[in-house]
């Protein structure tokens, strides 16, 4: 992409406005023989409490590509606002060119219309609560290029995870499941029969079981539950695999200075060896906890979310798993 940056500074530090390619050397050969390379980046948000995390959204050049959910930006370069992940400063490459602050919050904008949106649509569809890119056919080039921009985003974010979350990176549950599920499609062949999953099989498998919808959706109202809380699902590995719903008891939703805290309280018996994990669907991307506390012993738990706001914090979006590998 021929692009000129307009103050020739490529050492700087990296700044919300910042057009930046992914390092070179993130890229390398994924799942299914594919190559990923590096692609371009507009940084959009800071993240609460660290000078070197970033929210970025992918960026295109191709105009024929470009369509609902997309930002223009100059000439025919084009943000993806449905498609926003986390960066760190340390994945990300020279300065190619800075955005002034009206171009940035366009994307941002564009992206809650976005998320809006899906929403509504998931709404009046109980059989497709996830969210999900435009609906165009399966055959049309443009919601095949999305499928792909979005597995390259999942690709790169979840490189960049163990940086985030350093409950998420040492998961003993995590691990087990990478170690089992590594063909595309065994992940479905496994939990199928109760779990709705997005299209993308280069997700970390572990994000991919938290963000799985329940099928059919109204399962989780057979188990008993109270008036303050909400679902989670409950993820059993062996002797077969198996996930039910639990309903767990919410204690505290509250915007803080260090993120958003989700704490509550589980009261069904657990393992010694149960973790939790969670993440939150927000406008153009998702969250990951960076912070997921579990007491087996109390069924207590704390969840910190530094990328979610008063504003993004809706529990309805919020997706939380629990299991032992």
């Known amino acids: 992409m021929p ?9 700087a530090a990296p700044a919300v406005g910042d057009i930046r390619r992914i390092q070179e050397t993130f890229g390398r050969w994924g799942p299914q023989g594919r190559s990923f390379n590096p692609p371009l980046v507009l940084l959009v948000e800071p993240v609460k409490g660290r000078k070197d995390v970033f929210r970025a959204a992918q960026i295109h050049d191709f105009p024929a590509l470009k369509g609902p959910g997309d930002t223009p930006l100059f000439s025919e370069v084009f943000a993806e606002s449905w498609n926003i992940f986390l960066v760190t400063r340390g994945g990300l490459g020279p300065l190619v060119r800075r955005l002034d602050k009206a171009a940035v919050a366009r994307v941002l904008k564009n992206a809650r219309r976005w998320t809006q ?7 009046a569809d109980l ?4 969210l999900r890119p435009p609906a165009y056919s399966e055959t049309c080039f443009r919601d095949a290029f999305r499928r792909l921009e979005k597995e390259t985003a999942a690709f790169f974010a979840s490189s960049m995870l163990g940086d985030f979350s350093k409950t998420f990176a040492e998961s003993r549950l995590r691990h087990a499941l990478m170690e089992k599920y590594t063909d595309p499609g065994t992940l479905e062949d496994a939990f199928g029969t109760a779990l709705l999953f997005e299209d993308n099989p280069f997700e970390d498998p572990l994000l991919r079981l938290a963000l799985s919808s329940w099928m059919p959706p109204a399962l989780p109202m057979a188990a008993a539950g109270g008036p303050q809380g909400f679902f989670l699902k409950r993820i059993q590995l062996s002797p077969t695999p198996a ?6 008891e919410l204690r505290a ?4 200075e ?6 509550g309280k589980i009261h069904e018996p657990l393992s010694d060896e149960t973790e939790i994990h969670a993440v939150w669907r927000i406008p153009g991307g998702r969250a990951v906890a960076w912070e ?7 069924g207590y738990f704390r969840l910190l979310f530094p990328e979610v706001t008063k504003r993004t914090a809706l529990l309805g979006n919020l997706e939380v798993l629990i299991g032992r590998p």
Not at 243 to 248: G, I, L, R, S, T
Not at 253 to 256: D, H, Y
Not at 258 to 263: K, M, T
């Open 3 to 11: 692009l000129q940056p307009d103050h020739p500074q490529p050492d």
């Open 117 to 123: 949106e899906e929403e509504r649509a998931a709404s």
């Open 127 to 130: 059989f497709d609560k996830v």
């Open 243 to 248: 996930v039910d719903p639990v309903w767990a």
């Open 253 to 256: 939703f509250e915007e803080t």
């Open 258 to 263: 260090d993120g958003f805290l989700v704490a």
């Open 292 to 298: 997921a506390e579990l007491d087996p012993k109390t």
